[in-house]
């Protein structure tokens, strides 16, 4: 069991804040994904949640008990980085066992948990191999082994995949995938790739500058960000946002073209318009839709990406699915999904999503 609270949690390092009023529950066996640009403070929050940096404010409890002066081994979390550093004189067996042997555990446990683990990560026939002798994603695996055989009540996972390449990436992304479903543990993981946050989160943490932005499933951030931030980091391609002129009954695109849409009453005055690359569609060019100018197209086989410009109103990226006939230079109509657009306000804050209107 290991249900955590953060609450109003603050780090400092000297004077600098660098993580303010965190305040966050993860149920028993969730799956947290962290994300945010370099440098928000996601690899503090963790080493804060393993006991490797103490907390500045606030407290942090696992399962009511307040954890913030517990030494880390005593809090019974399992870490596993980004760079796995393996003792290399030691086989596959022994770096999975070694902290129980450390601890003098019995002999008959630690081998029943080896090749438990062993087992659960694929790694039965490598068990007399050193570390020189695996590849990069056998050896993050044996590290995740080491992590699995201490049987924790929390796994803390911080960018354990970046240093592998995009085949193995996938790989192991399914194999954490498994894993928690076997071992049904709370999981905090840190990563920057979009496809493993949105794929592997109960619930996704949005982080930047040290504030959380948004917290939600990953369906819930995708569809209604709470801001600017939020739309433009979760989805790749990223969000489109043009500035616009907001009205009681639309939107007003730089260009003077006018989008009809259906706010909810009294919503604020829009001033920036949010599309998601796959909210454009490709069409002949005519009066009433966006005119625009092709600059750049991938052709990725299953999908296009069209870079654009779009006169007066600046550039902006469409993605088609399948492989849309279109050369760069190509002049091109654009029409917008109105069912599925974003308005800001002035400070970036979303505002309520509005649905299109027949013009
Ligand atoms: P992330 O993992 O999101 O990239 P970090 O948690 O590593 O970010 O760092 C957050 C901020 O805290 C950064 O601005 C970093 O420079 C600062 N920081 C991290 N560790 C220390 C430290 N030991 N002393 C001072 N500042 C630190
Ligand atoms: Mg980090």
């Known amino acids: 069991m290991a249900r955590m609270e953060l609450k ?54 696992i399962d009511g008990a307040r ?29 999975m066992g070694f902290s129980m042997e450390i601890r003098r555990d019995p ?56 240093n592998l390449d995009a085949a ?18 709370t999981m905090i993981y840190v990563t920057h790739d979009q496809v493993e ?6 619930r996704i943490v949005v982080l930047n500058g040290g504030d959380i932005q948004q917290v939600g499933s990953p369906l819930d951030l995708y569809e209604r960000p709470a801001n600017k931030f939020v739309a433009q980091f979760i989805g790749s391609p990223t969000m489109n946002v043009v500035p616009v002129t907001g009205g009681v009954e639309g939107v007003t695109l730089a260009n003077g073209q006018w989008l009809a849409l259906s706010m909810r009453e009294n919503t604020p005055f829009a001033t920036e318009l949010g599309i998601r690359p796959e909210h454009l569609d490709v069409v002949d060019p005519a009066p009433h839709v966006l005119t625009a100018t092709a600059d750049v197209v991938e052709h990725l086989g299953s999908d296009t990406n069209i870079y654009v410009n779009v ?41 309520p999503t509005p649905v299109g209107r027949a013009a």
Do not use: W
């Open 311 to 351: 006169d007066k109103v600046g550039p902006m990226m469409v993605r088609k699915h399948g492989n849309i006939p279109i050369a760069a230079g190509d002049t091109l109509g654009l029409r917008v999904d109105t069912d599925h657009v974003h308005l800001f306000s002035e400070g970036g804050m979303a505002l």
């Open 107 to 162: 002999v008959d446990e630690k081998k029943r948990r080896v090749t438990q683990a062993a087992a659960t990560l694929g790694l039965t026939a490598l068990m007399d191999r050193l570390p020189k002798a695996l590849s990069g994603g056998q050896r993050q695996r044996v590290a995740m082994g080491r992590a699995i055989i201490r049987d924790p009540r929390a796994f803390l996972f911080d960018e354990p995949l970046s």
């Open 197 to 202: 946050a949105l794929t592997l989160a109960d």
């Open 8 to 61: 109003d949690v603050v780090k400092r390092y000297g004077m600098v804040e660098v993580l303010r009023d965190i305040n966050l529950d993860i149920a028993d066996g969730e799956f947290i994904v962290l994300v945010g640009p370099s440098g928000c403070g996601k690899s503090t929050l963790l080493r804060m949640i393993a006991g490797l940096e103490p907390i500045t404010e606030g407290d942090f409890m």
């Open 67 to 95: 954890m913030n002066d517990v030494r880390p081994r005593d809090r019974d979390i399992a870490m596993v980085f980004q760079s796995y550093a393996l003792y290399p004189h030691m086989d596959v067996a022994r770096n």
């Open 168 to 185: 193995l990436r996938v790989e192991m992304r399914l194999e954490i995938a498994r894993l928690h479903q076997r071992l049904g543990a």
